[in-house]
C-alpha cells in the first residue's frame, strides 16, 4: 500500500522552484499582469467614487450617490467579471504547476495548458464555494435555534454549545477539503474528473495530508514574520533610526529620497516571495498524488 511521504510532498515545492525557475518566474508575471490590469480598468471608477467623498466630506455634506452610481455599478461588474478571470488564470497557474511535477516532459509554455483539467478544476471551485455557502447556510440555521434554546436556559451552555459546535463544523470542512485535496492533480494527470475517485483514493491519508497543510501553513506564517520584520527593519535603518521619524515627518520628501531604495528593495523581495510562494503551497498536492499513484489505481478503484 502506498504512503505519502510528507517530507518530500512539503519540500516539493522548493524542489520545482529550483528545477524551472523561468516557469515560476512565467507564471507569477501572468498573475501580476492581471492584477495591474484589474487596478488600470477599475482606477476611474474608484477614482471619481473617492473624489465624491472627498468633495462632500470638505463641503460638510452627504455623497451625492445618484452621481456617482454609474461609478458604483461600473466598479461592481468589473470587480465580478475580472474576479472571475483571475479564478480561471490562478486556476491554469495551479494546474501547470500540477503539470510541471506530474509530467515533466510537457514543459512547453511553462507547463501551461488551457484544457478539460483546467475547465473542470475552475468549474469545480465555483461549484464547491456554492456548494459551501448553502451547506453552511442549512446547518447553521438549526444551531442558531438550538444555540438560543440552551442558552435561554444557560448562557453558559448555549456559549459552550456554540464553541463546540464551531469547533466540529471547522473540523468537518477541513475533513472534506482534505478528502478533496487531490482532485486537481487527478485531473491534470489524465484529462478526467475525479471526485468520487479522489475521495475514494485519500481514505485513510486524511492524517497526512493534514501534516503537509499544517507545515505549509507554518512555513508561510514564519515567511511572513520574517519577512515583515527584515522590511520593518530595513525601512527603519533607511530613515536613520526609529528617533529620526516625528522629525522626518515634517519633511516628506527627504523621508521619501530615503526610504526609496528599502521600499524598492522589500517590494523586490516581496516579488520574489509571493511568486515562490504558489509553487510552495500547490506542487505538495500534486506530490502527494503521485506517491499514492504508485498503488494500482484500476484495482483500487475497480
Known amino acids: 500500500?502506498?504512503?505519502?511521504?510528507?517530507?518530500?510532498?512539503?519540500?516539493?515545492?522548493?524542489?520545482?522552484?529550483?528545477?524551472?525557475?523561468?516557469?515560476?518566474?512565467?507564471?507569477?508575471?501572468?498573475v501580476w499582469g492581471l492584477l495591474i490590469v484589474r487596478v488600470v480598468l477599475?482606477?476611474?471608477?474608484?477614482?471619481?467614487?473617492?473624489?465624491?467623498?472627498?468633495?462632500?466630506?470638505?463641503?460638510?455634506?452627504?455623497?451625492?450617490?445618484?452621481?456617482?452610481?454609474?461609478?458604483?455599478q461600473q466598479a461592481q461588474a468589473l470587480g465580478l467579471l475580472?474576479?472571475?478571470?483571475?479564478?480561471?488564470?490562478n486556476t491554469v497557474v495551479i494546474c501547470a504547476?500540477?503539470?510541471?511535477?506530474?509530467?515533466?516532459?510537457?514543459?512547453q509554455f511553462g507547463y501551461l495548458?488551457?484544457?478539460?483539467?483546467?475547465?473542470?478544476?475552475?468549474?469545480?471551485?465555483?461549484?464547491?464555494?456554492?456548494?459551501?455557502s448553502i451547506a453552511a447556510v442549512v446547518v447553521a440555521i438549526p444551531l442558531v435555534i438550538i444555540g438560543a434554546v440552551v442558552g435561554h436556559g444557560s448562557l453558559v451552555g448555549g456559549v459552550t454549545f456554540g464553541v463546540i459546535a464551531g469547533i466540529v463544523a471547522v473540523i468537518c470542512?477541513?475533513?472534506?477539503?482534505?478528502?478533496?485535496?487531490l482532485i486537481g492533480p487527478m485531473m491534470v494527470d489524465d484529462g478526467q474528473f475525479h471526485l468520487g475517485d479522489a475521495w475514494t483514493l485519500t481514505r485513510g491519508k486524511a492524517g497526512s495530508l493534514f501534516l503537509i497543510g499544517f507545515v505549509l501553513i507554518v512555513l508561510i506564517l514564519v515567511g511572513e514574520v520574517v519577512l515583515a520584520s527584515l522590511g520593518f527593519a530595513?525601512?527603519?535603518?533607511?530613515?536613520?533610526?526609529?528617533?529620526?521619524?516625528?522629525?522626518?515627518?515634517?519633511?516628506p520628501m527627504?523621508?521619501?529620497?530615503?526610504?526609496?531604495?528599502?521600499?524598492?528593495?522589500?517590494?523586490?523581495?516581496?516579488?520574489?516571495?509571493?511568486?515562490?510562494?504558489?509553487?510552495?503551497?500547490?506542487?505538495?498536492?500534486?506530490?502527494?498524488?503521485?506517491?499514492?499513484?504508485?498503488?494500482?489505481?484500476?484495482?483500487?478503484?475497480?
Open 1 to 30: 500500500m502506498a504512503t505519502i511521504s510528507v517530507g518530500g510532498a512539503v519540500g516539493e515545492g522548493f524542489s520545482l522552484i529550483r528545477r524551472h525557475p523561468g516557469s515560476v518566474a512565467l507564471w507569477a508575471l501572468l
Open 42 to 72: 477599475t482606477f476611474p471608477a474608484y477614482s471619481a467614487m473617492f473624489a465624491e467623498f472627498t468633495r462632500a466630506a470638505g463641503a460638510g455634506a452627504k455623497p451625492d450617490m445618484a452621481a456617482i452610481l454609474p461609478q458604483m
Open 82 to 89: 475580472l474576479g472571475f478571470a483571475s479564478l480561471f488564470l
Open 97 to 107: 504547476i500540477y503539470r510541471a511535477v506530474l509530467r515533466p516532459e510537457q514543459s
Open 113 to 132: 495548458r488551457v484544457g478539460s483539467a483546467e475547465l473542470f478544476l475552475f468549474v469545480f471551485t465555483i461549484g464547491a464555494v456554492i456548494a459551501f
Open 173 to 181: 470542512v477541513i475533513y472534506i477539503g482534505l478528502r478533496l485535496s
Open 234 to 251: 530595513g525601512i527603519a535603518a533607511a530613515a536613520g533610526g526609529f528617533g529620526q521619524w516625528q522629525a522626518l515627518a515634517q519633511q
Open 254 to 302: 527627504v523621508l521619501l529620497s530615503r526610504l526609496a531604495p528599502a521600499l524598492a528593495i522589500f517590494g523586490l523581495v516581496w516579488l520574489v516571495a509571493v511568486a515562490c510562494a504558489m509553487p510552495i503551497l500547490s506542487a505538495p498536492w500534486a506530490r502527494a498524488y503521485r506517491d499514492l499513484k504508485q498503488t494500482d489505481l484500476a484495482a483500487t478503484f475497480g
